[in-house]
Nanobody, 126 residues
């Protein structure tokens, strides 16, 4: 059983919206941190944002601030990355990662995640 699984990627046009899901299996998402990352072809992996389960604190990279939102659905053990006003430069494979347990208030303090998903591809192109 894979601890975290991403889904929801696809091909969209510039300006469109898309919602990615990160479903956790075998964990109850109470005290946790989930980070979203992406890796574009030929580029290093970069952090997109994260959320702390303790207080729903979120943090975003400057490149996505105001366009991307991370939100939890505790009943479904799932964290979403809702992306709007997508740009071609958002094209990448998106990964979620889980730190469990995590009792901190700020997910920005997570130095290493415990579990990584396999990634879901997002292509923004006209």
């Amino acid at each position: 059983q894979v601890p975290v699984v991403e889904s929801g990627g696809g091909l969209v046009q510039p300006g469109d919206s898309l919602r990615l899901s990160c479903a956790a299996s075998g964990f109850t998402l109470d005290y946790y941190a989930i980070g979203w990352f992406r890796q574009a072809p030929g580029k290093l992996r970069e952090g997109v944002g994260c959320i702390s389960g303790r207080n729903d604190f979120t943090h975003y990279a400057d490149s996505v601030k105001g366009r991307f939102t991370i939100s939890p659905d505790n009943a479904k053990n799932t964290v979403y990355l809702t992306m709007s006003s997508l740009k071609p430069e958002d094209t990448a494979v998106y990964y979620c990662a889980l730190k469990y347990p995590w009792y901190g208030n700020s997910c920005s303090d997570v130095d290493e995640y415990d579990y990584w998903g396999q990634g879901t591809s997002v292509t923004v192109s006209s």
